[in-house]
């Protein structure tokens, strides 16, 4: 591509604001479980927009959506972007939709300034990134990177009991497509940070060499429902006990191996949740994450025994599930480098960095070679409402991506 073509700032803002309004939530987040009908109505714009770009429209057994824009040579597999639609309860307008709408953004830019590539280019939604509705997180990428076989997935199911196969049915989305049967030539996923490092830095974009390892576990604690009135403490069965003494010393796991490694309970349910009955039982999620495999085994390691102390401790039974194991992974040189090209190229103060957050790409990069584009959010803060990103910065991002996908394609 000789001329320097420039996205529009102000279209992709206006696409993003417009995304932003199904689902939003009175902070200014959005709200897009996985396959609800929120869902539905985001994946249908993003339909109607890809179709008036000139999109061909293909869908796989997961709901994975791809919307392909033609190249010169259709023998070529297509260099794709793209990232998920659906979000956290209190999500924010960016997290996943950006790197979606960025290549939205860059199709138009081509569009206009009449450039076709040799290689087809294609924008990839990926089904329930978040997890939240359906645990593990990536479940759809991850069918198509072969890590999960396809009626696993199908059959996970939500707090309601719904299986991820029945609500993908609801909303019309279960495709014909085989998982992973349409290759790509490369995939580069543009996303916020969501974490403090590029801001403090005051730079603009982060060149992002791999994604750091996480695993989620969900854990039970039984014991046994007593009155609150009439029961001494000695001998009580408290669960909810078991998982205080627990949940402390699991963020001290993390803080035993500072500065990278991170461990989170994020749900937590007691049964049965009655203001006079001592709980018998009680449910809650683990997510710990680090850069090295080792690492990771030496923590699992840790909660299991802080799981069994606790539950001896008040006299309890437990049970701890594995739910996902996704190791450190690397992208591909190549990508890198083009990324890192583009950046010196369009005069943006960047560094190399890994991921803390799991992305699409984890599993993309199983199969294809893959990287990633970061650009600042507002104070690192994502998974929440106030999420934000400034229009120059989310412009800046999608430049990149534009000029990677091009070169990649050119190739
Ligand atoms: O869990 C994650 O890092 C991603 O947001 N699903
Ligand atoms: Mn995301
Ligand atoms: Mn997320
Ligand atoms: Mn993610």
Not at 279 to 300: A, H, I, S, W, Y
Not at 374 to 389: Q, R, V, W, Y
């Amino acid at each position: 591509m000789q001329k320097t073509v420039v996205v529009n700032q102000e279209r992709l803002w206006s696409r993003l604001m417009e995304m932003a309004k199904i689902g939003a939530t009175p902070l200014g987040g959005s709200c897009r479980l996985a396959l609800t009908e929120e869902d539905r109505q985001g994946r249908d714009l993003f339909i109607e927009w890809s179709k008036a770009l000139g999109c061909d429209i293909k869908i796989d057994r997961m709901g994975n959506i791809f919307a392909i824009r033609p190249g010169k040579d259709p023998k070529r597999l297509p260099v794709s972007c793209g990232s998920h639609l659906d979000t956290q309860p209190h999500g924010g307008k960016f997290d996943g939709v950006y790197g979606v709408l960025a290549g939205l953004e860059v199709f138009a830019t081509l569009n206009e300034n009449n450039i076709e590539t040799a290689s087809p280019l294609q924008v990839c939604v990926w089904t329930n990134e978040e997890g939240s509705r359906f645990s593990p997180p990536m479940i759809s990428s991850g069918v198509y990177g072969g890590v999960y076989e396809l009626d696993y997935a199908l059959g996970r199911v939500d707090e309601e009991g719904i299986t991820l196969g029945e609500a993908l049915e609801k909303i019309s989305y279960k495709g014909e497509i085989d998982c992973g049967s349409n290759q790509m030539g490369a995939f580069i996923e543009v996303h916020i940070e969501q974490g403090p490092i590029l801001e403090r830095n005051s730079e603009t974009i982060g060149v992002v060499t791999g994604v750091q390892g996480s695993r989620w576990y969900q854990v039970w604690f039984e014991g046994r429902d007593a009155h609150t009135g009439s029961t001494p403490m000695a001998g009580r069965q408290d669960a909810l006990l078991s998982a205080a003494h627990a949940i402390a010393k699991i963020k001290e796991i993390a803080l035993d191996h500072a500065p990278d490694a991170v461990a989170t309970v994020g749900r937590i349910e007691a049964y049965p949740n009655s203001h006079n009955t001592i709980p018998g039982k009680v449910f809650f999620t683990v997510d710990m994450r680090n850069p090295e495999e080792e690492t990771l085994d030496q923590m699992e390691k840790q909660l299991y025994q802080v799981i069994e102390a606790a539950a001896k401790k008040e006299s309890n039974d437990f049970k701890i599930e594995v739910i996902s194991k996704t190791p450190p992974i690397k992208f591909n040189d190549n990508c890198i480098e083009i990324i890192e090209k583009a950046t010196r190229k369009c005069n943006l103060k960047h560094r190399r960095m890994i991921s803390g957050a799991g992305h699409d790409a984890c599993h993309i990069s199983k199969v294809a070679p893959t990287a990633m584009i970061f650009i600042p959010c507002a104070e690192g803060i994502s998974h929440n409402e106030t999420e934000s990103a400034t229009k120059e910065d989310l412009a800046a991002g999608t430049q990149i991506l534009l000029e990677t996908l091009v070169e990649l394609a050119d190739q």
